[in-house]
């Protein structure tokens, strides 16, 4: 499991994160919701090893998350998906997947098989495997992106605002997919603003505000939390 304890996370004298806790069990979806500068990002980049916390700690099965090297997490199996995807546009959307698999790459039959699974995940993928990403619509980089996070072989997946700028449709399509992720034994952290579609398909889920949570419950708690309803369903 993941288990996020008492974290803080500071930009010089700003308090990004202050005393943040956080599980997700082997097997959940778990929605991180939060406005425009809550401190999702800043999360996902303490988890990915990327940023250090000035306290607190996190660890996934047990492994610290927020000692070592980014690639360390990787290969404990802890893979992230950005916010806006980062995909190389003049590659080809093959040769973005295979960089995905670098923690593996020694392993080039394992590579391989991976490649197949994510193309099964993601059917409309494989006519465009040797089309520049940049050339895909919105909703298909987006699969491209995942579907590189998913070639790390992650057991738990950091998916960091996956609807951003999707038609509503689109978005859909992209939900689908990380619910089969998940069916597959893909444990998933999801950020999003579109709270009404990640509480679709999650099982719990937390608000962070200003770097704080401030309220976590199952899905159907939230769905029907005024507070939830008012910030984020807009109703
Ligand atoms: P968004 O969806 O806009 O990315 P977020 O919830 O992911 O929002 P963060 O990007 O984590 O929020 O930012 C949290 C706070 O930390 C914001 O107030 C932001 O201005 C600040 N912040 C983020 N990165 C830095 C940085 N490198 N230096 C200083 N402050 C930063």
Not at 12 to 35: C, D, K, P
Not at 103 to 121: C, I, K, M, N, P
Not at 205 to 234: F, H, K, N, W
């Amino acid at each position: 499991m993941l288990e996020i304890r008492d974290l803080n996370v500071k930009y010089g004298h700003f308090t990004a994160l202050r005393g943040v806790n956080l599980t997700v069990q082997s097997g959940e979806i778990v929605v991180l919701l939060g406005a425009n500068g809550a401190g999702k990002s800043t999360l996902f980049r303490t988890l990915s090893g990327l940023q250090r916390p000035s306290g607190g700690s996190a660890t996934w099965n047990g492994r610290s998350l927020t000692t070592g090297r980014p690639e360390v997490n990787v290969a404990n199996g802890v893979a992230q998906c950005p916010e806006g995807r980062l995909l190389f546009p003049e590659l080809s959307v093959e040769k973005n997947l295979r960089l995905g698999a670098f923690v593996h790459r020694r392993d080039a039959s394992g590579t391989a098989r991976e490649l197949e699974r994510v193309y099964e995940l993601f059917p409309a993928l494989v006519e465009k495997r040797g089309a520049p990403a940049g050339s895909l619509s919105g909703g298909q980089q987006q699969m491209v992106a995942i579907a590189r996070a998913l070639m790390a072989r992650p057991q738990l997946l950091l998916l960091d605002e996956p609807s951003l700028g999707l038609a509503p449709l689109v978005v859909e399509q992209v939900f689908q997919a990380v619910q089969r992720v998940n069916a597959e034994g893909v444990s998933v952290l999801l950020a999003e603003q579109n709270a009404f579609a990640a509480l679709g398909i999650a099982h719990r889920g937390y608000v962070l505000e200003g770097g704080q949570i401030t309220l976590d419950g199952p899905q159907q708690a939230l769905m029907t939390d005024d507070r939830v309803r008012s910030a984020y369903l807009g109703v």
